[in-house]
């Protein structure tokens, strides 16, 4: 009775992670006009960096996870594809989130110490992540029987352990929400810019969005089957990919709305606080 619900879990989370990446493709070209607008003909920074980083690593990601669901591996080991498979999920959406902090960045005035503070603790996220993770993995791994036939560890299927790193993850946005937060309420409360709308309403969405998936990532890997827990695997890396390039495009209309009418406020290149409650930068 396990061998079926087992096929069927594992298939399932094939099925929605190859259709992750048609949505990437899908959501790409849907985009891809006012990526050309508002980045390609500006300078490279680290902005740009950032988000060529979230925006195209996300397809090699993609493309490891829908090869990993559909090619058929048997008796063969899998360990160095699976762990560059998961390095490459872990920097598309860390630089995902590099944008975000950049844009909490700039809406607290470039505040160095507050720019510390955050690149410190998403370091040490990071880091506890991974290395809890991969301890707690081998605390609870069986014992490999030398009498037993070799197998293949090529089976569509992670660790429940993998819902550690979506913890951390959760911690580290409702952190950015909070301070986000915090700062509107304190210095943009009265402020009619479109601008400092975008940048706080953007975020506000994009965290809310991935605290949700989150969530729902480590109640799959915690509750459900152990055959479906590769379910939002690729899907939560889809939408840390969209959701911080629609951010940053929106931001970057907002700012030239702005110019446009001579009321700049935030501009997202180089960064200078500005007199008062406005801040003010130069976006090429």
């Known amino acids: 009775m396990v061998a079926p619900i087992v096929n069927t879990g594992i298939q399932t989370a094939k099925y929605c992670n190859v259709a992750g990446l048609g949505v990437l493709i899908f959501d790409y070209f849907l985009t891809l006009e006012p990526e050309v607008r508002w980045t390609w003909n500006r300078r490279w920074n680290i902005t740009r960096v950032i988000f060529v980083i979230s925006r195209y690593m996300a397809f090699v990601a993609a493309g490891m996870t829908s090869y990993a669901a559909i090619a058929t591996r048997a008796n063969e080991n899998c360990s160095n594809f699976s762990r560059a498979s998961n390095a490459i999920h872990i920097i598309s959406i860390v630089a995902a989130e590099g944008l975000l902090i950049i844009r909490t960045y700039v809406f607290w005035k470039q505040n160095k110490k507050l720019l510390a503070v955050l690149l ?12 809890i993770t991969q301890v707690v993995s081998d605390l609870l791994a069986t014992p490999v029987d030398p009498s037993a036939p070799p197998t293949s560890n090529c089976t569509f299927q992670a660790g429940r352990t993998s819902a550690i790193q979506y913890g951390f993850l959760v911690v580290y946005e409702l952190l950015l929400l909070s301070l986000m937060v915090f700062k509107r309420n304190r210095d943009y409360r009265d402020s ?3 601008l400092v709308k975008a940048v706080f309403q953007g975020g506000m969405q994009y965290i809310t969005a991935m605290v949700f998936v989150s969530l729902a990532n480590i109640l799959i890997m915690s509750v459900v089957p152990a055959s479906y827990n590769m379910l939002m695997n690729l899907p939560q890396l889809v939408l840390h990919s969209m959701l911080a390039s629609r951010v940053l495009f929106s931001l970057r209309e907002s700012d030239q709305h702005e110019l446009d009418g001579s009321m700049a406020t935030l501009q997202m290149s180089t960064f200078r606080p500005a007199q008062g409650n406005q801040v003010v930068s130069s976006l090429d």
């Open 192 to 194: 009619n810019s479109r």
């Open 120 to 131: 410190v603790s998403a370091a040490i996220c990071i880091a506890c992540a991974v290395s």
